[in-house]
């Protein structure tokens, strides 16, 4: 899913074009019209207007003006994957909480958005919501996913993550078995400061392998995978950092706990796996 096989083309509209979007397309790329409403509808095709922000494009038969420049980042593996679904945990109208599977990600690319959690999450709900990104997890990992559905929303509940008031718990099974039965990681990520603390749930000799409870004092990127490999302890099914953790299996890397008092009722909202 990381690595497109395809082709990106990129077309002004004039005078002369021909003015229905899939029309518009299939003129320019050789594509079928069946394989760009495919594409269309996946999210990989994109218009800019003037005076307005770069968006999506999914509707086939829109009227294209003198003007508009059309985007098709057209990927034929990734349109063909079909994803795995997320599931509903939490539904407080304004926001919801979201189980996000293991290699889905939270957000699209500019060649599409149907292998991510804030598309499903935005066709779920009849009749459909805004859906407005509060945090992310890596695509390989699992786990909840805060979602709002409100600009309000979106804004109350990202300054919460911002000033550090949302608890986020991990459970993480690491390769090898840990020295201490907790601990603090604290080496500078990026060149800033990192804190990740850790506790042993579980050792599994046979497996060779332990399983912590993992919270995060800041958030750098990959900050958990990166501190857990660079103590020698990576995580297990990470395809990118470590040695000796790589399998056939998905990371095993899940946010099990959110915890956070809602911004509008002043109720605390956990929600637990």
Not at 38 to 48: C, E, H, I, L, S
Not at 56 to 63: D, G, H, Q, V
Not at 152 to 167: G, P, Y
Request: glycine fraction near 6%.
């Amino acid at each position: 899913m990381n690595k497109h096989t395809g082709f990106t083309v990129k077309r002004s509209v004039s005078q002369s074009d021909q003015l229905e979007a899939v029309a518009f397309l299939a003129s320019h790329t050789g594509l079928s019209k069946a394989r760009i409403k495919d594409a269309m509808n996946k999210g990989a095709v994109w218009v800019r207007r003037k005076g307005r922000a770069r968006e999506r494009l999914r509707r086939a038969t829109a009227t294209l003006k003198e003007g508009d420049v059309l985007e098709l980042h057209y990927d034929p593996v990734l349109l063909s994957t079909t994803p795995p679904k997320a599931r509903c945990m939490m539904d407080r109208l304004s926001y919801s909480v979201w189980h996000k599977p293991a290699c889905l990600l939270t957000e699209g690319t500019d060649y599409g958005d149907h292998c991510s959690l804030l598309r499903q999450v935005e066709i779920a709900f009849t009749p459909r919501r805004k859906v407005f990104p509060v945090h992310r997890l890596d695509r390989e990992a699992g786990g909840l996913v805060l979602v709002a559905h409100t600009s309000e929303a979106a804004r109350e509940l990202s300054k919460l993550f911002r000033d550090r008031e949302v608890r986020k718990r991990y459970r993480v099974e690491v390769l090898g078995k840990m020295d201490c039965p907790s601990g603090v990681i604290d080496l500078p990520l990026d060149h800033r400061p990192a804190v990740t603390k850790y506790s042993v749930l579980l050792d599994n000799p046979d497996e060779k392998t332990s399983v912590l409870m993992v919270e995060m004092e800041t958030g750098r990127l990959h900050q958990i995978r990166r501190h857990l490999a660079g103590i020698g302890h990576p995580v297990m099914g990470d395809p990118r950092y470590g040695r000796g953790n790589k399998d056939n299996h998905p990371m095993r890397l899940l946010a099990i706990e959110l915890t956070f008092q809602c911004p509008f009722t002043g109720q605390e909202i956990s929600c637990k796996i």
